[in-house]
């Protein structure tokens, strides 16, 4: 399958969207019709256009192939399921005249055909190779209809599909899909079942996402298209998992890695700001448990939490020192597997996190997080064993080896691995 997104699930430009989705890894784009008749040119010019041309010379320039079109919500509007498909098989006619496609979707506040079971049998009774169905998850599931209704249909005669996801909200459904959608897995609606009817039926094309929310309309581009791929991924490789036999281009991923916890907690600071962070960890009730041996990092702890204030004057705290005055810059999660976990969140759209290295130091895995954070998976093998003697304990990226000897407060590092 193809992953994709429309172009209204994110905020800018054309251009702007067109890179942000590009840059997030997404095989192709839903342009919607705002987008294009928005870009490059007068409304006046545009209008002009639009009417010297019909939408099937605009799709032939763009080089699409298909069109999608939606029940109508018109209150003069004529029902019939045979009239529809009478039409349709005349306007499927004229598509195959142009090498193009027609899809239909139901819309769950569509006047006559608001379920996509009705939309189905449209198509079915048209007949017509270059007429196929339309599913959007929100539609079916906004609906509470049943997914496996949706197994039955070929998989041939469906030419695109709709994801969005969205929170339980009791509304009118034109309100909650215009404004309350959200990417699959962060909302309440069954879209794994939905996903999972669809791959049955031996489908394999598109697969967009259409996320109506007005704060993703407002929020940065790249963040949003990011997401989008990051959900789409994990949603595709739950499906593959329950059912071996579908989605066969999904990428292989490691399962899903479950945190333990926090292994540590680091702070970048700087001068009187650090000073009075660790007054405050003393006034908290930490103890100082050892000074980096080659850096200015000091470990506090109090039962197994580990707090580390970094006052390095270059490198990565340095950096969201300045950036932000004293914050988080580095987060620790225990996990079974570090390697797994780095593996599956870079083919996740996570981006890898490294930098130079001293002496004596190795590498722990470790992605960016948000707002130029850093995220380290720490496993056992990593964060605690025993050489010598020596107690390992894993601090802000390093491992910090302290004299097993000392008692707590009068540690001293006396080597480091990172």
């Not at 309100?175 to 031996?202: I, Q």
């Not at 964060?383 to 407060?409: C, D, F, H, N, Q």
Request: net charge neutral; aromatic share 6%; glycine share 10%.
């Amino acid at each position: 399958m193809k992953t994709s997104i429309a172009t209204v699930s994110i905020s800018g430009e054309l251009p702007e969207k067109l890179n942000a989705i590009s840059a997030a890894g997404f095989d192709g784009i839903e342009i919607f019709e705002q987008d294009f008749i928005t870009f490059d040119g007068r409304p006046k010019d545009v209008g002009q256009m639009v009417r010297d041309q019909g939408k099937f010379d605009i799709m032939q320039e763009l080089g699409a192939d298909l069109i999608l079109m939606c029940s109508s919500c018109h209150p003069s509007s004529l029902g019939g399921i045979d009239r529809a498909a009478d039409d349709f098989r005349e306007l499927g006619d004229r598509a195959a005249k142009r090498n193009v496609r027609l899809g239909y979707e139901a819309l769950c506040w569509g006047k006559h055909v608001n379920d996509h079971r009705d939309a189905w049998e449209i198509v079915r009774r048209t007949e017509h190779p270059n007429v196929g169905l339309i599913l959007d998850s929100f539609h079916t599931l906004g609906r509470k209809i049943d997914t496996e209704t949706i197994r039955s249909i070929p998989g041939d005669r469906i030419f695109f599909i709709q994801l969005a996801d969205a929170p339980a909200i009791n509304m009118d459904l034109l309100y909650w899909s215009r404004h309350f959608r959200n990417m699959p897995g962060e909302g309440d609606l069954d879209v794994k079942s939905f996903m999972k009817a669809v791959a049955a039926t031996g489908y394999n094309g598109p697969i967009s996402l259409e996320i109506f929310n007005d704060q993703f309309r407002g929020g940065s581009s790249k963040l949003v298209a990011a997401d989008g791929y990051r959900s789409l991924i994990a949603l595709m490789d739950d499906v593959k998992r329950e059912q071996p036999t579908s989605l066969t281009k999904v990428p292989q991923l490691p399962k899903r890695i479950q945190p333990k916890g926090v292994s540590f907690v680091e702070f970048a600071s700087q001068g009187e700001d650090a000073v009075n962070l660790e007054n405050l960890m003393k006034t908290m009730g930490f103890v100082k448990n050892g000074d980096h041996r080659n850096k200015q990092v000091s470990l506090w702890q109090q039962g197994d939490i580990r707090i580390v204030i970094n006052q390095e004057m270059s490198g990565h705290a340095a950096e969201q020192w300045n950036l932000s005055g004293t914050t988080v810059c580095d987060l620790g999660i225990s996990v079974n597997s570090s390697k797994d976990a780095i593996t599956r969140a870079s083919n996740l759209g996570a981006k890898k996190f490294s930098q130079p290295l001293g002496p004596g130091e190795l590498p722990i895995p470790a992605i960016k997080g948000l707002s130029g954070s850093v995220m380290r998976f720490i496993d056992k093998e990593d964060s605690i064993g025993k050489l010598a003697g020596l107690a390992w304990t894993e601090v802000g990226g390093e491992l910090l080896t302290i004299e097993a000897s000392k008692v707590p407060g009068k540690g001293r590092i006396i080597k480091t691995g990172s």
